[in-house]
Each structure stands twice: as structure tokens, then as C-alpha cells.
């Protein structure tokens, strides 16, 4: 190779090297940019679309600054228009109360919001709510959150950010809102049984034989850990019950051996998609379904119609394994609950 090559090769090698890296955006920023994307629904931050589920349609975020992002398209349902979101958690340094986050939050987008209405209010537990409604369907909804301290990090405030913009009309409506047809009808009762099985001849192992890869927690899950003291991971299960009906993951929940109120399981969960119309038999027969599944091994006891907060349950004290099932209003239907726990020992 000649000088001149290696002299120039030398130059491009140092100016690559010396380059300056991009600095990260601030909040405002961030908010800057997520609110000039609205109008074309953050087309240009948009990266491939995932597969939908039923009530949205994720896309990855195009490589960037703002690749922390999450967008989707949400569909419409019986109580929403369609919208897109675009949403995201922000963390504030420690020692920024509640307080000063929400000054700062509210003094760096009053220059971005011009045509907006602010309207703010506050929860029993301290949770400020920010919504600033625009024009043609503009919203952005901001609310804080506290994670508390632990032995390695202290304690900070954060937002929860969702940045929206809802369609003149819909072009997607949530399946099953409008109810069910015979046919998904026998799936779901029918994959019920089957995550039942499963769930509770694998419960001694903690699911071990189902578990699947680490989820991330969300910011509310890892405050609530923080706040009660206890160790939270949450993973996908890997199998699947008719996917487009019925959907499992597996939660585990560690406290130390002090904790005298509250008990460490592992949670095998499954969730339904919300189902419109009269659901009344459908509800019937998937408590029946669970039932015929367990048998006599487990005894029964039905849910308080006085409480809104009891399960039917049933228990196999013998390895303390449990199930529960319930039916929970959402988007003007029903969905159902069906989880399966294994209890152990706190501190191990």
C-alpha cells in the first residue's frame, strides 16, 4: 500500500473515531418531535408493523432517537373511535418530587400546545393527571408515577406519556365487540380446558416445563414491586391456545422470608378477548369447562356475588396449586381471567 493510501486511510480511521455521538433527546425534545408526527399518525417514525391483536396493531420504531417509543394503531371498539398512539414513560432524576414533575412537564409542553386545552386532576393516591385536548382529534394524556428506592437505586418520579390521535373515521373495529359466533365460542371453551391441563400438571415445577422468555415489567408493575417489597419478573409462556382467541403468560412473585402478610407464587395467567353482546352461557360454560378439567381433585368454592373483588376458585391444598376465574366488564363487554397459581414458601 502506498503512503498516500495509508496516510489517507489513517485520516478517515481518526475522523470515524473522533466523531461526535448524537446527544439524546430531552423530554421536550421528545414531545417536539411525537407531536409534529401526529397528524400523518407518526408515519415517519414508523418502522414494520407487528401482527394485530385484537385491539391494536403495533409497529416497531425506526432506528433513532426515538426508537424508545412504542406506536400503535389502536382499533375502534363500542365505546372508542380508532386512534393512533404513540406512548412512552419518562424518567426524572432523583430527588424531582411529584411536584416539580409535573411543573416541568407542563412548562415545557405549554410552548408546544398552542390551541390546547389543559385540563388536570389528582387521584385518591397522588397520581396527577394531565390531558391537553386539541384540535382535529389531538390529545396528549400524561400522568406520574413513584418508583421507591432499593438497595442499588433510589427512588424517582416519571410520566407515563400518550400522545393520540383519534380518526375521523374508522378504518378497524376490535373483533368479537360486536359478540361471538358459535364457532369461536367452542375454541375458546375449548383452549380454557386445554391452559387449564396444562397450567396445573405443570404447577409444582412453577410452570417450568411453560415458561418462555423474560418480559420486561412497565414502569406501574415495577412501582408496585418497589412498594410492596417483593421480587416481580413476568415471562411469555410457550404455547399457545388458538392465539387469536386466548393469550397466556407467567408471572412470579418473590417476598423475603419477613413478609407475613402476603404469599410468593408463580402465576400461570390467561386472558380472553373482550366479547360483546349477552355472554351469559358463554360464561356458563367456561366455568364448566374448568370443572370437568380439574374434577374431584379440587374442591370448589364460588365467587361472593356481594364482592367485586372474589373469584370462583378452586383449591388442591396438597401442593398448593389454585385456580380462579372470573368475568370482568371492559370496552361495553366481557372478558375472562383464568389463572392458575402454585404457592411456595416466602424467602425461597
Known sequence: MSLRNLLALTAVALCLGTA????????????????????????????????????????????????FVTI??????????????????????????TAKTVARTIARLTPLVKGYRL?????????????????????????????SATK??????????????????NLHVAAYVRGITAAARATVVRAVGQSVTLA?????????????????LDAISAMMASAFGNTSHKYKANVSFDRALYTCH??????????????????????TPVFGGANASL??????????????????TPADPK?????DTWSRPADQTEVTFSANDSHGGVYYDVFVYHFFPNGT
Open 200 to 216: 396445573t400438571n405443570d404447577a409444582s415445577t412453577n410452570f417450568a416445563a411453560l415458561r418462555g422468555d423474560e418480559i420486561p
Open 152 to 169: 442499588s437505586n433510589p427512588a424517582y418520579n416519571g410520566v407515563s406519556v400518550a400522545v393520540a390521535r383519534t380518526l375521523p373515521k
Open 250 to 271: 407467567i408471572v412470579s412473585i418473590q417476598f423475603p422470608a419477613k413478609e407475613k402478610t402476603f404469599s410468593s407464587k408463580e402465576i400461570f395467567e390467561c386472558t
Open 72 to 97: 400503535a394503531d389502536e382499533f375502534a371498539t363500542l365505546s372508542e373511535r380508532e386512534h393512533w398512539l404513540l406512548s412512552f414513560d419518562w424518567k426524572f432524576d432523583p430527588g424531582t418530587t
Open 307 to 311: 364482592s367485586a373483588f372474589s373469584d
Open 20 to 67: 461526535p455521538k448524537p446527544k439524546p433527546l430531552t423530554f421536550a425534545d421528545t414531545m417536539r418531535v411525537a407531536i409534529a408526527a401526529m397528524p400523518s399518525n407518526f408515519s415517519s417514525l414508523r418502522g414494520a408493523a407487528e401482527p394485530a391483536t385484537q385491539f391494536e396493531r403495533e409497529y416497531a420504531t425506526r432506528p433513532g432517537p426515538l426508537s
Open 119 to 147: 385540563t388536570r386532576s389528582t387521584t385518591k393516591t397522588g397520581i396527577v393527571r394531565l390531558l391537553w385536548s386539541g384540535p382535529a382529534g389531538r390529545s396528549i394524556a400524561i400522568h406520574t408515577y413513584t418508583v
Open 283 to 300: 360464561t356458563a360454560s367456561l366455568r364448566t369447562s374448568i370443572q370437568d378439567t380439574l374434577g374431584s381433585a379440587f374442591s370448589f
